[in-house]
């Protein structure tokens, strides 16, 4: 379909589903990875007292969550880098359908299809994609980290930050313009933050299960953070990737290649025996990963679940963006938000009642949902959907006025998660 009628394909339709879906499912199963428990690997210098128990069979109140962002990130890499094979199989189809055009022109037969496109091996198309998942990489785990302290729905929710540092970014950096009523966006988009931060810092008053609030507030803190650095990643990808010819697949799968190996190669070394932390005195214990791994059935579901629904959110993205329309992307990410705060409240309420997964509803709820209806309306407003033309000036002089004041990134636009 084109994006300009007023019917989507059926492709279209499956890939806004795709998205839907698989983006929920990230989040959830990221969420239900970090709140479940296992027994933490035995050993005797830290647990001198206990008798060495075998997997399953510690005592009830050894028993850890499962807060290892680092691993989350590398299966988020190992997700993305199946995309290469994606890209390698367009690959050799297009150089197979080549050579039998080639060899029915041979023949002298006149052939009315469409030759494939030639796809140019460059270097640069696959060294130059490391730096930006070097971002990725960091994003994606302090993001995490902040998810340990957070609701799900707190976490999507500040990720709205993203137009916020983007549009400091295209100033900055880029050299755009940012009009009045993007700015005017901005600020309505901070004060709905604020909303959803002090909702979620309110809320854990009183409540036995949840952090404490100076933790929450750091959890909201390093969401925040994170969503800086993914700013920062587009406006690398912008620098470095838009002079060189690559595909969507060939850039989401050697994304995750490098950034499964730099993870595994260098950073879980880093974390587990050279950066000091709560876990077993490490950053994170990679052995005591593998150990409560394997130690829970319900950590080897929840990862895959996580694999799946990562890999499929990448290919739902990209056909989503070649199918529809950016109001359509806009729309998708608050419709997908909901859905993920939804089913965490179901899952607290019906599938897992009153159990350590999942979220409950409580007096601040109503606040954050207030932040989310704001930050709606200013995503709205940012992108030009939302027209006030008796307070703002919306169209453009030229089109290359209209490339200089285009948004550095559009909700909808970050497939990782």
Known sequence: MGNNTGKYSKKAIIGILGMLI?????????????????????????????????HGECPRYMKKKFEKPWYQTAVMFA???????????????????????AAAHARGEMLEVEPPKVVKHDWKAYTYIGVPALFDMAATTVMTYGLVLINVSIMQMLRGAMIVFASC???????????????????ITVAALVLVGVACIMGSKGDTTA??????LLGCLLVVCSTAIQASQIVVEDFMLSDINATPLQIVGMEGIWGFVVTCAICWPLVSFAIPGEDHGHMEDVADTFYMFVDNSLIIVFSIIYFIAILFLNWAGMVVTQETSSVVRTIFEAVRTAVIWI??????????????????????SWIQLAGFIL?????????GYAKYPMLFKYKFDDDKKKGEDAPLVENGDDLDQ
């Open 22 to 54: 698989f983006g929920t499912g990230t989040m959830i199963s990221s969420k239900l990875l970090l709140d479940t428990s296992a027994c933490p690997i035995y050993r005797q210098s830290e647990y001198p007292l206990v008798t060495p128990w075998e």
């Open 79 to 101: 997700a993305m880098s199946f995309c290469i094979l994606g890209h390698m199989f367009n690959i050799f189809y297009d150089d197979k359908k080549a050579k039998q055009i």
């Open 169 to 187: 970014f295209n100033v900055l950096f880029l050299k755009r313009k940012i009009r009045a009523y993007q700015w005017t966006s901005v600020c």
């Open 211 to 216: 952090q404490p609030w100076n933790k929450q």
């Open 343 to 364: 089913v965490d409240l179901m899952i607290y309420y019906w599938f897992a009642k009153h159990s350590v997964y999942g979220e409950a509803w409580n007096t601040f």
């Open 375 to 383: 930050l709606i309306f200013a995503s709205q407003s940012y992108n």
